[in-house]
């Protein structure tokens, strides 16, 4: 049987396949998970009483996280077609849609995410100066300008740094949903066979986490922070393979459409760049580098930290593009 | 709604009235038609289906709708309130049969089951224009109608049940 015309539905991004996301998504998708990892780390660091030991995971990653965020809502916002309207989306909270929820736990992040450097203000520019980032106290001090026009309450501040372990905990928890949620924003489509398993959520997560390890081991001038991190990316990384491993062997026990989904990966187009490149390049490789670093050897940290970073976008751009190839077959 | 496959001839006469009624942008249409060859050589043979929103029973596009602009009203017609909608593409990736699409305007745009003509008791553009008359439109919840009746005595499929959705566009065979 052959499809041979489907009359007056010359639409180019809805055949030959769905192709409404692109870049825009996937880096969103990206940045999110970024962002996420750093504040997780961030939370779970000062959570521990770490805050002396790792400054730069505690105090200064989170100085990034906000642009972070503000660079991927405006790739969000630009990659809608109604842009105008987005305010609706703060208009209702619809527990059914991860849209929706994503949509909240952004905003709930980007608060976090600019109050938590905030209330670390002063031990922030000591450390940029004694780092030799003198230019980055500039942005220190522009936002406590911001602060200081009251656009946001002393009284906040002051609040966020009196309770500050249990706004770590809370911002620990919504860092993990918003790792989550990168993953279940894809997975909620049954549309897309191969977005619509479970397992995307968790290793969506893990995948964003072990970018934000990176960002902060790339970043940090302290070895022994710089070390640890690299101790947990490898174990993330190891995660990670777990979950992609599982990923498939659930396709390929699936129905048609699931281990259609899965040729995509096995055989299909993007064998090559996922396995030769993302998991070649972007998982084992900087996971041999950071082995070998801990094992002594010197390399230049900047190495694997790149690679993972890039690994994670083109995971991304991979499982968005390819999600999109895989539908039900329109025949009768 | 259901179609009989048997009559149709894919005209598209269903097409072009449902891009009139509706004042559909140009190159843009919620309904079409898909053609298939059946058989193995030489007995071949043309299988036409009119296709559309199946008005789903079970709306994916409605559940991953992150301000509610996609719902269902009362009789079961899936519709999008175009100020609510941003345009961000979810149901249209919910969507197993591709029935929505961008209207230029930005928001998303689909078939309606022509409700402004239905609520005054007539039938949908494309079911009224069909000259084989091969498509039915009724209420399925009352099954003294004559759309129910033809369900019960006629063989029927639907497009992609095994995507969970429980669409309501039924296909006689």
């Known amino acids: 049987m052959e499809k041979l015309l489907a009359t007056d539905r010359n639409i180019d991004y809805l055949y030959p396949h769905v192709d409404v996301w692109g870049f825009p998504i996937s880096s969103y998708l990206f940045l999110g998970g970024l962002a996420a990892g750093i504040l997780l780390f961030a939370a779970l660091y000062y959570l521990l009483g770490k805050e002396k030991d ?279 | 709604m259901a179609i009989d496959v048997n009559k149709c001839v894919g005209c598209g006469d269903c097409v072009v009235a449902c891009q009139t009624e509706n004042n559909v942008p140009l190159g843009y249409s919620r309904d079409w038609i898909m053609e298939f060859v059946k058989g193995d050589y030489p007995d071949l043979f043309l299988h036409f289906e009119s296709q559309r929103c199946n008005h789903c029973d079970d709306t994916p596009c409605v559940r991953t709708c992150p301000t509610g602009a996609s719902h269902v009203t009362e009789g079961g017609i899936v519709k999008v309130t175009h100020d609510e909608c941003i345009g961000c593409g979810a149901c249209i990736e919910a969507c197993p049969y591709d029935a929505r699409y961008f209207h230029p305007d930005g928001y998303v745009d689909k078939c309606t089951f022509c409700d402004h003509r239905v609520k005054d008791g007539l039938d949908p553009a494309c079911v009224s224009v069909c000259p084989t008359e091969c498509m039915h439109f009724g209420d399925l919840d009352d099954p003294e109608s004559e759309i129910s009746k033809l369900l019960k005595e006629r063989e029927n499929y639907t497009i992609l049940p095994e995507a969970g959705t429980k669409p309501q566009i039924y296909y006689l065979k």
């Open chain 1, 54 to 332: 790792m400054p730069f995971t505690v105090k200064i990653g989170p100085l990034f996280a906000f642009p972070i965020i503000v660079l991927g809502l405006i790739l969000l916002i630009f990659d809608l077609h109604h842009k105008l309207y987005v305010w609706q989306l703060f208009m209702t909270a619809r527990a059914v849609s991860p849209m929706s929820w994503g949509a909240w736990t952004l905003v709930i992040v980007s608060i976090f995410s600019l109050l938590w450097p905030l209330s670390f203000i002063d031990s922030i520019d000591d450390y940029l100066v004694k780092r030799g980032w003198s230019n980055m106290t500039k942005v220190t001090e522009y936002l406590i300008k911001l602060e200081h026009k009251w656009l946001i309450p002393h009284f906040i501040i002051i609040m966020f740094r009196k309770y500050r372990k249990f706004f770590a905990f809370l911002m620990l928890l919504f860092s993990i949903v918003l790792g989550i949620y990168t993953g279940i924003l894809l997975s909620a489509f049954n549309a897309h066979p191969l977005w619509n398993n479970p397992i995307l959520g968790p290793l969506f997560l893990t995948s964003g986490v072990s970018t934000g390890s990176a960002f902060v081991m790339w970043l940090s001038e302290n070895k022994k922070e710089r070390l640890l991190m690299s101790a947990i990316d490898m174990s993330l990384i190891a995660i990670e393979l777990f979950f992609i491993v599982h990923m498939f062997m659930g396709m390929e026990a699936g129905a048609e459409v699931y281990k259609q989904a899965a040729d995509l990966f096995l055989g299909g187009e993007f064998t090559a760049v996922f396995w030769g490149v993302f998991v070649g390049m972007g998982l084992i490789l900087p996971f041999i580098l950071e082995a070998m670093e801990l094992k002594g050897f010197h390399i230049p940290i900047v190495i694997p930290a790149i690679l993972i970073l890039a690994g994670g976008l083109l995971f991304r751009i991979i499982m968005v593009q390819a999600g999109q190839m895989s539908e039900y077959p329109m025949f009768p």
